[in-house]
C-alpha cells in the first residue's frame, strides 16, 4: 500500500465504526458539496486529509485533518460545542493502525469561529482542526 491510501483508510476506519455511527452525525469526504442536513438531524461534518508536513521516512506523512462542522445557525452555538466534544472523543491523543505497519496518530485539537454558509444562509459552518502523525515502516 501506500502513505497517503493507508492514512485514508485509518482515518476514514473511525468515521465507518459503529462507535461513531451510534453518534449520529452524518459523514461525509471533502469532495461532497451536497450535504442536506435538514435531512439529517440538522448536523453533519465533512472531512478533509491535509498530509503537509515533514516525515519520518517514504511511508510515512504528518499533516492536520480539517473537518467542517456544517449546523443550522438558527440552533446557535451548542450543537457546534457538541460535535466538537465528541470528535475530540474520538481523535485528540487517539492513535489508530488497521495495519501492522502503519499507525496514524493525532494531537490536540482547534476549534474556529462559525461562517454563514454563502449558499444558505440558514447554515454555518464551523472549521474543527487536528494535526496527525501517520508513520509507515519501509
Known amino acids: 500500500m ?10 476514514f476506519s473511525i468515521f465507518g465504526s459503529l462507535e461513531w455511527q451510534g453518534v449520529g452525525i452524518a459523514t461525509y469526504p471533502r469532495e461532497f458539496s451536497n450535504i442536506d ?4 438531524d440538522n448536523k453533519a461534518i465533512r472531512v478533509s486529509i491535509l498530509p503537509s508536513g515533514k516525515a519520518v521516512n517514504a511511508l510515512s506523512a504528518s499533516g492536520v485533518i ?18 466538537a466534544d465528541s470528535l475530540d472523543d474520538f481523535l485528540v491523543r487517539k492513535t489508530i493502525n488497521t495495519y501492522t505497519e502503519t499507525c496514524t496518530q493525532f494531537f490536540e485539537s482547534t476549534l474556529g469561529v462559525s461562517q454563514q454558509d454563502s449558499v444558505n444562509p440558514r447554515i454555518g459552518t464551523t ?7 501517520h508513520t509507515g515502516v519501509e
Open 37 to 40: 442536513i435538514e435531512s439529517s
Open 66 to 83: 480539517m473537518i467542517e462542522i456544517i449546523t443550522l445557525l438558527s440552533e446557535g452555538p451548542t450543537p457546534i460545542i457538541e460535535i
Open 2 to 11: 501506500s502513505k497517503y491510501i493507508d492514512l485514508q483508510r485509518d482515518v
Open 127 to 133: 472549521l474543527y482542526s487536528i494535526p496527525f502523525q
